[in-house]
């Protein structure tokens, strides 16, 4: 090998290549950052406006302000429709409201198909914004599939009821739902045994993002909060803690 060879080999890439390098990580931070605001400015825009879209035309004329603007303003039907529901709600809270809603609920259980498509959204719906409940309020992890494989997992709450009937009594039972990725609204439950539940101290945000991101995105942690193993602080004594605020 003679020595312009040699030189070739161990000479500086191009600055054109470095060059080329740099502008590409320009370009993908640029995207990072950028896609989350224009995504998010999207989806809440496109909100808004299929709200107003619905809930405008139900508006007088005399007090919509399009018709004295020369301009749609954005956002009105938003409001209406926040102001009519807490309206709603506070109709319904009375001694009138209940019995309009409960022959309401009457002629819905006497109308068939309907009637469990009421029921089930009624559920699902009490359970997701009731101000008692006490859904997703930690992560855990456990072994799934096998052993040695761990999974995030969304702590629900006790399992009761005829489940808990025919499950084991030599050990409670915790309901937890096992998120996929990325779309955290599809998963599994399972019923696992309290002292196979490692709870974590990562926020139930912070467990999201690290399963949308497929692990990229990793929360900071401060370390262990005692001198005991973290599977027994979090395992046992952190899932008594569960068991005593259900």
């Given amino acids: ?46 909100f808004v406006h299929w709200v107003d879209v619905r809930v405008k035309p139900l508006i007088p004329r005399a007090y919509n302000p399009d018709n004295y603007l020369p301009f749609s303003v954005p956002g009105v039907g938003v409001i ?19 019995s309009v809603v409960f022959y309401g609920e009457f002629l819905l259980d006497r109308t068939p198909l309907v009637r469990n498509v009421y029921r089930a959204l009624k559920q699902l719906f009490q ?17 799934y599939p096998r052993r040695g494989v761990w999974r995030l997992v969304f702590v629900s709450t006790e399992t009761d009821g005829e489940i808990a009937h025919r499950l084991p009594k030599d050990e409670d039972f915790i309901t937890v739902f096992v998120p996929n990725t990325p779309n955290l609204t599809t998963g599994m439950v399972h019923f696992v045994r309290r002292s196979e539940l490692t709870i974590l101290d990562m926020t139930i945000e912070e467990a999201a993002k690290l399963t949308i991101s497929a692990g990229l995105v990793t929360p900071e942690w401060q370390g262990p909060t005692s001198s005991a193993r973290p599977h027994e602080t979090h395992g046992i004594v952190a899932a008594e803690e569960i068991k005593e605020q259900a």
Avoid: C, H
Avoid at 25 to 35: D, E, P, R
């Fill in 1 to 46: 090998m003679d020595l312009d060879e040699l030189r070739k080999q161990v000479a500086p890439p191009p600055r054109r290549s470095w060059l080329r390098i740099r502008l590409r990580n320009y370009f993908l931070t640029g995207i990072i950052v950028a896609a989350p605001i224009g995504i998010t400015f999207y989806l809440t825009w496109a």
């Fill in 80 to 98: 209406v429709a926040v102001l009519m529901l807490t309206l709603l709600g506070f109709l319904t809270a009375n001694l009138v409201g209940r």
């Fill in 127 to 143: 359970t997701v914004l009731s101000e008692s409940g006490r859904s997703f309020q930690k992560a855990g992890l456990i072994e």
